[in-house]
């Protein structure tokens, strides 16, 4: 029996609070399995100093750009222990990147998860880009104590009943003149060995 549309106050009702305000995990057993995506980022912002230190591969503690990126595709993958009410899902896909972006003072994560599933993945993604940015404060604190996580957010999310969802470009000059959805170009970091400095 199909079920009546819900009403304007159900529309606007918190979805994880039942009526008598008590939490619950939204039940979609009724959702068909569709494909999702999101893309989530963060920034960590830090001094020069401090950027050039891990562009170099000179910090003490590693390479903190590649351990950031392992971090996140290990807690994306574990959204659902860390956040209450998420749903476990099946990723098939979740890629974790930690670029330098010189213009915006720091490290810039991003990070993109896809699933076929009867619910999105914008906790898993939102999850692996925060827990990527403190890793990487984790490994810079040692060199500066005034590191910051400035934002973390939600880019772009596909697929559901809601649709297609993208964040609005921000102006050019507050992210050095590109887009940041697409994310600047990692530089290639040289190995160790081939004048890279090594942690000490």
Known sequence: MDQPPPSRSDRRRLTHVDRGGRP???????????????????LV??????????VDGANAKGDVLTVAE???VMAGKRTSELIPLCHPLPLTDLVVSATPDRPSGGIRIRAE????????????ALTAASVAALTVYDMVKGVEKGVEIRWIRLLEK?????????RPPEPP???????????????AVPKRGAGRPRGK
């Open 24 to 42: 619950r995990m939204v039940d979609v057993s009724a959702k068909p399995a569709t494909a999702r995506r999101a893309v989530a980022e963060a």
């Open 158 to 166: 596909t697929g559901g009943k809601s649709g297609e969802w993208r």
């Open 45 to 54: 912002a830090m001094e020069d100093a401090t950027l050039q230190l891990v």
């Open 70 to 72: 392992i971090a996140g």
């Open 113 to 124: 998860a896809a699933t076929t599933a009867q619910t999105g993945v914008e906790m898993e």
């Open 173 to 187: 000059e507050a992210t050095g003149g590109r887009d940041v959805r697409r994310g600047p170009r990692r530089p």
